[in-house]
C-alpha cells in the first residue's frame, strides 16, 4: 500500500488545523512537516512550538522532516513536541550513525534523507538503522519546484539494495510530486509520497489526496 504525506509548507500557516483534518479525512497516512533553519537551507520555515499546537489536533503520523543543521542538537525537543519520525540530513550529520541510533533509543521512527547530489553510499552502512529513506527529488529548502526525474534511477537502485539485505525501511520521495511524477517515482519503488503544492495548493486538498493515492495504486 502507498502512502500518501501531505507537506504542510504549502498549506495556509494561519489555519493549519483546518487543513490537516481535511487530508486526514481523506486518508492520509502521515503528516510531512518540513522544518528549515536557514542554515542547511536557504529558507526558515517552523519548529517544535508549531508541531506541539498541532499535535492535539490530528491522529496522523507526524513525519518530522529536519533540514537544519547538526540536528542532534534539537532531537529531543521535536520529539516531545510530538514527532513520530524523525528524518535527519545524512549531508547535516557529521556523526550520522550515532544521530540515528539516538532517535531510535528515544523510542521514534528514524528516517535518513538525501540530497539529490548525494549517493546511496552515504546511507549504505546505516540502512539497518532506519525505518525511512527519503529521496530528495528537488534540492531541498521550498516547495513548488520541478520533479528532477534524473532520481527515478537512484529510487530504484535503493529498493533493489533494500530488498537484497532483506530490510525493511520504507522509500519515501518528497519534492514536485503530483500525480504525474507520482507513478513514476512509484513504478521507479518508493512507497511513500510527500507532496505540498499538489495538495494544498489545489482547490480540494481531500481530492488531491485521493487522486494520488489512485494514481500510485494503477
Ligand atoms: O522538503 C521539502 C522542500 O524542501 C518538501 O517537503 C516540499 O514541501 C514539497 O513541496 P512540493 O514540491 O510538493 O510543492
Ligand atoms: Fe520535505
Redesign the pocket.
Known amino acids: 500500500m502507498i502512502k500518501i504525506a501531505p ?1 504542510i ?2 498549506a495556509d500557516f494561519a489555519r493549519l488545523a483546518e487543513a490537516v483534518q481535511k487530508v486526514e479525512a481523506a486518508g492520509a497516512s502521515y503528516l ?1 512537516i ?1 522544518v ?1 533553519d536557514g542554515h542547511f ?1 536557504p529558507n526558515i520555515t517552523i519548529g517544535p512550538p508549531v508541531i506541539a499546537a498541532l499535535r492535539p489536533h490530528t491522529r496522523l503520523v507526524f513525519d518530522v ?1 529536519l ?1 537544519i543543521a547538526a540536528p542532534e542538537r534539537y532531537l529531543s525537543d521535536f520529539i516531545r513536541a510530538g514527532a513520530d519520525i524523525l528524518t535527519v540530513h545524512a549531508e547535516a550529520c557529521i556523526h550520522l550513525h550515532r544521530t540515528l541510533g539516538a532517535i531510535k533509543m528515544a523510542g521514534v521512527r528514524a528516517g535518513v534523507a538525501l540530497n539529490p547530489a548525494t549517493p546511496l553510499t552515504a546511507v549504505e552502512h546505516v540502512l539497518d538503522l532506519v525505518d525511512l529513506v527519503l529521496v ?1 527529488t ?1 534540492n ?6 520541478k520533479f528532477i526525474k534524473g532520481m527515478l534511477p537512484k529510487i530504484a537502485a535503493l529498493r533493489a539494495l533494500i530488498e537484497r539485505r532483506g530490510l525493511k525501511a520504507e522509500i519515501e520521495v ?4 503530483n500525480t504525474q511524477t507520482a507513478a513514476l517515482a512509484v513504478e521507479a519503488g518508493a512507497a511513500v509520497l ?5 495538495v494544498f495548493l489545489s482547490d480540494d486538498p481531500g481530492a488531491a489526496v485521493r487522486a494520488l493515492a489512485a494514481v500510485s495504486s494503477t
Not at 194 to 198: F, L
Request: hydrophobic share 45%.
Open positions: 507537506s509548507l504549502a510531512h518540513d528549515m537551507v522532516h533540514m530528495m528537488v531541498p529548502g521550498f516547495g513548488g519546484q518528497d519534492g514536485g510530486i510527500v507532496a505540498g503544492s499538489a
